[in-house]
């Protein structure tokens, strides 16, 4: 993957998102992505909106104190 992005839920358990390559036609605004779970192997796209909020850079989502 490109991107893997976690998130560690309130009970600490955690759930990870592969974000891949480049969707051809859509202008560079749609990605590939999965779910990295055991047992599961689906490949989907994000949406052009989608792909734009999880391909920000890091900083964006760090709570600022």
């Known amino acids: 993957p490109e991107i893997l992005i976690t998130v560690?839920?309130?009970d600490g358990s955690k759930r990870?998102?592969?974000v891949g390559g480049i969707v051809g036609g859509t202008g560079?605004?749609?990605r590939y992505a999965r779910v990295i779970e055991k047992g599961r192997?689906?490949?989907f796209?994000?949406?052009a909106t989608?792909?734009?909020r999880l391909t920000r850079d890091r900083s964006w989502y760090i709570q600022k104190k």
């Open 8 to 10: 560690v839920l309130a």
């Open 16 to 18: 990870q998102l592969a």
């Open 28 to 30: 560079d605004k749609q």
């Open 41 to 43: 192997s689906e490949v």
């Open 45 to 47: 796209v994000l949406s």
């Open 50 to 52: 989608d792909t734009e």
